[in-house]
């Protein structure tokens, strides 16, 4: 349903986008397309391949002798040249643009080289030698929290870094006086959205003013700025920061590019040039940022007629490997919010937020909402199962009620406005709900596994400046003073023809923000949109900017938009005011229409825009008295119910709360595991929307990532914090075959807090959508815990049972003996020699002999008693890489037993392992045995898992192969194929 | 993720080609579509010295008809090959697979002979030559030999070709009468590389499956006389022959669980489909 509810003749009407002609004629110009100083040189950064490491020396000699090379930067210069980015907590736990000393996850920069061009930057990298000494990664966050952990940051003395409890209500009273508690604990996984434009910087210092100039497609929000600032040792103004028209898109996650800033500024003063770095995808996956992965025990006190009195939520937030500001902005972002869309008054929340050895977690679209939804949504559905209920009754009978609006939460969010019930009614009718619960019933009796899920979520918007201060207590808040907030900026200004311009402080990503400003300016000026030209580039030494300037928590249309149009009533006003001394009437009688401007009452005497705009720059002089000439003005609005967080620890979040509904229906295929969306529908009252099209567009964009987290995204580290999801054919994002159609529904019920009315709407299917899907599965197959991505292995591991057994006796997999983490390759096996175990035994210790064995063994050299250090080319097919190897063979029982340990390094990663040999004299010849464990991290295991295993056997089948012909043995069998592996992996290659 | 320097060179013939690979043998690398050794070059996993386009090399792109075979040129996309107006008929085996290598866009480029000699062990293309038991034509500079599938496919990303030799082209075996064929793969998403891929031919007497995506190559297994109650039975073992490894899209237990079902699905589809 969609009601007619214009708010003028342009906004509130399905407008083409402005952005799209440019955009389709391939004129936009991104950041990367945007000229640059001749003499520009190109950055490139070496990145660590360990999750957890000393860095024990670093030697650029070599790198900075190859062609083309003008500088490298390591974390000494870093540390010469900057200060450690401010973080939110008082914690030791600094971090600079380079790692200083010690490296905490993979993909962390440790060098930069800069380069005439990238090419040679990149060729460069190969030529820094960095001695790393590992150190014990943490991974898992509940790992991490135990006592005697590993810790990220040795001096704050812990990971588990700010612990927070709050109580609103009479929680106690309603746990005990509760008909049952219904308990769920849900482990939402690490996944981020992934722009198609990865962070892009050129950075210009400028000696003689001593300003750094930075081109960037940084999007805010600003309070980063005096961190960067802060950082360079600059005062604000010194640190220009420009961004383009045109976002390859955001997501949040082009806000924790300001590392990259600060480094790529300390290089251009460096090398006395202008330097440009643009990240590669990659990088854009290791590094980045990611959501943080969270852990929520929710606990709901229930009455048995589905009535929720309670909630508990404990909650425990991985950060990765540092605090990276405005983190843990994820966590408390929706705390004012935490009871969602039901009317519950009393809750704990206890909120624990841990650091870990993976990337650093940041801001990504939903910022905490489907963490949090997806254990409040899964709950509700619980809730409903343990009473027995039909899971929609149980929504209905906790909704807020309508007409309770604006409706203060527990937790302290302010809901401005909605009619929940209705937005229900709305959606069962018109999505046709009675048809779907059809297809399920028809679907069960055919044998199918099918399920229909629901999700409810509130919709914030328009982030308060200060609910991060959320996380210190009331005293410390009392000492830093009051933060809330959002100012909003927006410039009209008209030029001496009537051309009217508009430039406004929310960076777009994509979202057509110019689209909707010339529709609220046009409304004003009585003009047509197609008329107004927008500038969405920024310049902080040019526009006016707050803390709050960017594009994040969907507060363009209830911020940027409503100062659009202060500024826009301030021209009109103006212009009024010349338009009544000219025709000398009152100005309360002008009106602006269709590019004319007259006095209500004598319309035939109408004046052109153009010409009363015009005044304004030609005769100042024939103004009203006292009026300033020109027409140029700012709107800045911030609003009012943004409040600081009272003693009470109530915090109003965010200044609009959309509401949206969502229910599904899929089937999950009993063969495959599979998972198909048969119907999908989401309702939305984000408020007047501004733009119908522009607002079905976010809902698409947002539904289309949730079905990604959903079903197939996810950042997968291994244990040992090796990271194995570096490209798109392992972070897999939804294609448009996986996203299917849904029925988009709306209604508007305005938001009295904003001058628009309208809400956010970008965000709202990113928190909903992975949870309705979830829920839909948890109704198909009965299964109560469901970990995202509900991947088709892992359904199918949980609906089909066990597998039928090894058909006959064949020697089962054993466990592995050495230990292996990360993508642990491990293995055992054995192989036939046609020699004696002696002569087997000689070859394994003699240098000169093994290396002729080692497949692409360049040059091996005893470096100790039985250790050796070898340069070896290995690889698969086309596949090599370069890598010094250390192996050392221990405990030796010749020529019986060793045990062989050592690693790998080159550019495509490192190793480490270990694992042992056993010679065994049979007829004929000999049986070596052998069990290996190795972990591979780096780029091979980013970019190269699902070829890890297959990669180790071709290289032990080699080494055998060759151990053999050297001993003057016939081929190996291809049954020997994990022998082979058990001597590469002696090797330190070995996978 | 940027390459590593190399030169290019862009022959407008065979013999110039094979020149060139005769003169850099392991140092040159054949691009054609470029779909997998492009990425693997940016991230210099692969760092040839020579590359060796033939995309200019009107002789090898062509689809043609013998009396047992589609021969399908070193040049030729695999949308050439998809849209051959003979080729639901000639192959109803590909017909089907085909779908299923990349997506429009990218089969617009790749080859069919590049994937084939890549031997990327979850690939839809080897596995349909194993399958059909079809075969590959190297030619050298001095040259030419054809292999059956089994013989040119070793391994992972690992086959029978010398350094100086190119697959020139490769070629399927035409419909058996009274055969029936059928194809289903597992994939996360629409185009990717399959968890599991399964190919099934099946006449009177024999079953004939494929499977993609679980060993290091693709492997084939053929049964005659196998009774319908032996069926699971016979999946079974061979799901546990493959030695199947987990990685981060499957489980070892997925994939001989695909194998199982996928193949019984394929079995029987390819039965009721025999002309």
């Known amino acids: 349903m969609k009601q007619e509810t214009h708010l003028g003749k342009f906004v509130g009407r399905p407008m083409e986008r402005v952005e799209d002609a440019p955009l389709l004629a391939g004129q936009a110009m991104f950041c990367d397309d945007l000229p640059v100083r001749p003499g520009t040189l190109h950055a490139a950064i070496l990145r660590s391949p360990h999750a957890h490491a000393q860095i024990v020396s670093i030697d650029t000699t070599a790198a900075l002798a190859q062609p083309g090379v003008k500088a490298v930067l390591t974390g000494k210069e870093i540390k010469e040249d900057s200060d450690p980015f401010l973080i939110v907590l008082r914690l030791p736990m600094d971090q600079w643009s380079l790692a200083i000393d010690r490296v905490r996850f993979v993909g962390e920069a440790v060098a930069v080289v800069v380069a005439e061009d990238r090419y040679l930057a990149e060729d460069a990298l190969d030529h820094i030698k960095v001695t790393y000494k590992p150190l014990p990664a943490v991974i898992a966050p509940l790992d991490a929290a135990k006592d005697g952990a590993p810790l990220v940051h040795p001096a704050a003395g812990t990971n588990v870094v700010s612990i927070r409890d709050f109580s609103y209500g009479e929680p106690d009273k309603a746990f005990a006086e509760a008909d049952r508690v219904v308990e769920l604990t849900v482990d939402y996984p690490r996944n981020s959205q992934t722009p198609l434009e990865g962070y892009i910087v050129v950075a210009d210092y400028r000696r003689e003013d001593k300003i750094y100039d930075v081109m960037s497609n940084f999007q805010g929000p600003f309070t980063v700025h005096p961190v960067m600032s802060r950082a360079l040792r600059v005062k604000g103004p010194q640190l220009r920061m420009r961004s383009a028209a045109y976002s390859g898109g955001g997501f949040g996650i082009k806000q924790a590019m300001f590392p990259y800033v600060v480094l790529m500024c300390i290089a251009s003063r460096r090398v006395g040039r202008p330097v440009k770095w643009v990240e590669d995808r990659l990088e854009h996956l290791t590094a980045a940022i990611a959501a943080p992965n969270r852990i929520i025990r929710g606990q709901a006190a229930v009455m048995n007629d589905g009535k929720v009195t309670g909630f508990r939520f404990d909650q425990l937030d991985d950060y990765g490997a540092y605090l990276r500001p405005p983190m843990p902005g994820p966590l408390y972002r929706q705390h004012g919010i935490m009871t969602g869309g039901y009317d519950v008054k009393h809750m704990t929340i206890v909120n624990r937020l841990v650091m870990t050895n993976k990337t650093p977690s940041g801001m990504v679209r939903g910022f905490g909402g489907p963490q949090i939804y997806y254990a409040l949504e899964r709950l509700m559905q619980r809730v409903a199962i343990e009473l027995g209920m039909d899971h929609l009754d149980v929504i209905r009978r906790n909704l807020i009620p309508a007409g309770s609006f604006p409706y203060r939460a527990a937790a302290g969010a302010l809901i401005d406005s909605g009619d929940y019930q209705l937005a229900v009614q709305i959606a069962t009718r018109d999505g046709k709900l009675d048809e779907l619960k059809l297809r399920r019933e028809q679907a069960r009796s055919e044998g199918r596994l099918y399920g229909i899920g629901f999700a409810v979520v509130v919709e914030p918007a328009q982030s308060n400046m200060g609910y991060l201060s959320t996380i210190n207590t009331v005293e410390e808040r009392r000492r830093a003073g009051p933060k809330g907030g959002n100012v909003a900026y927006a410039t009209v200004n008209v030029d001496a023809l009537g051309g009217v311009s508009v430039t406004a402080d929310s960076l777009p990503q994509g979202q057509g923000h110019a689209t909707v400003l010339s529709q609220v300016v046009a409304d004003e000026l009585g003009i047509e949109p197609h008329e107004i030209t927008c500038n969405m580039e920024r310049d902080t030494q040019r526009d006016p900017w707050s803390i709050a300037t960017g594009n994040y928590s969907s507060r363009f249309s209830s911020a940027t938009a409503p100062a659009a149009r202060l500024a826009a009533r301030k021209v009109r006003a103006k212009l009024a005011r010349i338009a009544a001394h000219i025709l000398k009437v009152p100005s309360d009688k002008i009106v602006f229409s269709e590019g004319k401007i007259y006095s209500m009452d004598d319309p035939q005497t109408a004046l052109r825009f153009s010409r009363v705009a015009g005044t304004a720059h030609w005769s100042p002089g024939e103004l009203p008295p006292g009026m300033e000439p020109g027409i140029s003005e700012i709107g800045v609005w911030s609003a009012r119910e943004l409040e600081p967080p009272n003693d009470a620890d109530q915090i109003n979040t965010s200044l609009t709360y959309g509401f949206v509904f969502d229910y599904c229906g899929v089937e999950v295929d009993r063969d495959t595991g599979r998972v198909r969306i048969d119907r999908y529908v989401t309702t939305h009252d984000s408020g007047k929307l501004l733009n119908p099209l522009l607002a079905d567009g976010q809902v698409y964009g947002g539904y289309a990532w949730g079905i990604g987290a959903a079903l197939s995204e996810e950042f997968v580290y291994g244990e040992d914090g090796s990271f194995l999801s570096g490209s798109f054919a392992d972070y897999l994002c939804p294609t448009a075959c996986e996203v299917p159609e849904p029925l988009i529904l709306h209604m508007e019920t305005p938001s009295p807090f904003t001058p628009l009315g309208a809400k956010g709407i970008g965000e709202g299917n990113a928190m909903s959508t992975p949870v309705c899907i979830a829920n839909a599965v948890a109704d198909a197959t009965g299964i109560k815990d469901l970990r995202l991505p509900l991947t088709p292995s892992k359904l199918a591991g949980l609906i089909q049972g066990e597998e039928p057994a090894r058909p006959r006796a064949t020697a089962a997999t054993a466990p592995p003996s050495a230990r292996a983490r990360g993508k642990g390759i491990r293995g055992e096996g054995s192989a036939f020699v046609a020699c004696a175990p002696e002569q087997v035994w000689q070859t394994l210790l003699d240098p000169t002999k093994l290396a002729k064995v080692i497949p692409g063994c360049n040059k091996l050299e005893l470096v100790g008693p039985n250790s050796y250090r070898a340069d070896l080319s290995l690889g698969v097919g086309a596949v090599r890489g370069r890598f010094e190897a250390t192996v050392s063979l221990t405990e030796l029982d010749p020529p019986k037993t060793a045990v062989i340990s050592g690693g790998l390094q080159g550019s495509l990663g490192s190793s480490e392992g270990g694992g042992n040999i056993r010679l065994e004299a049979v007829e004929g010849g000999t049986r070596v045995s052998y069990d290996y464990g190795f972990d591979i991290s780096g780029k091979v295991a980013a970019v190269g898992a699902r070829m890890l295993d297959g990669t180790a056997r071709v290289l032990m089948n080699q080494f055998f192969q060759r151990l053999g012909a050297s001993t003057g043995a016939p081929e190996v069998s291809s049954a020997a194929r994990s022998w082979w592996r058990r001597l590469l992996q002696l090797l330190g290659i070995a996978r | ?275």
């Open chain 2, 1 to 275: 993720m940027k390459p590593s320097a190399f030169e290019y060179i862009r022959p407008g013939s065979l013999a110039e080609a094979l020149a060139c690979l005769a003169r850099y043998g392991e140092d040159a690398r054949i691009i054609a579509g470029g779909l997998s050794l492009v990425p693997a070059m940016n991230f210099r996993l692969v760092q040839p010295k020579v590359l060796i386009d033939i995309a200019d090399i009107k002789e090898l792109d062509y689809v043609r008809l013998d009396a047992a075979h589609i021969e399908v040129g070193a040049a030729a996309t695999q949308a050439r090959l998809l849209a051959w107006p003979e080729l639901a008929t000639a192959s109803p085996l590909l017909a089907q697979a085909l779908p299923h290598v990349g997506h429009f866009q990218t089969r617009s480029r790749g080859t069919v002979c590049g994937s084939i000699a890549n031997s990327d062990p979850s690939s839809e293309l080897p596995l349909c030559l194993a399958t059909l038991a079809g075969s590959v034509i190297l030619r050298s500079k001095g040259a030419s030999r054809q292999l059956a599938a089994a013989d040119f496919q070793l391994g992972l990303l690992h086959t029978a070709r010398k350094a100086d030799e190119m697959v020139v082209a490769v070629r399927f075996p035409l419909r058996q009468k009274g055969a029936g064929y059928a194809f289903h793969e597992l994939a996360e998403r629409q185009g990717d590389l399959a968890i599991c891929a399964v190919a099934a031919t099946v006449t009177e007497r024999a079953i004939r499956l494929g499977i993609g995506g679980v060993a290091d190559k693709p492997a084939v297994r053929e049964w005659s006389d196998l009774p319908d109650s032996g069926l699971d039975a016979a999946l079974n073992e061979f799901a546990w022959d493959l030695e199947a490894s987990d990685d981060t899209h499957g489980t070892a237990v997925y994939r001989r669980q695909l194998v199982r079902r996928l193949g019984r699905r394929a079995i029987l589809e390819a039965r009721a489909c025999r002309n």
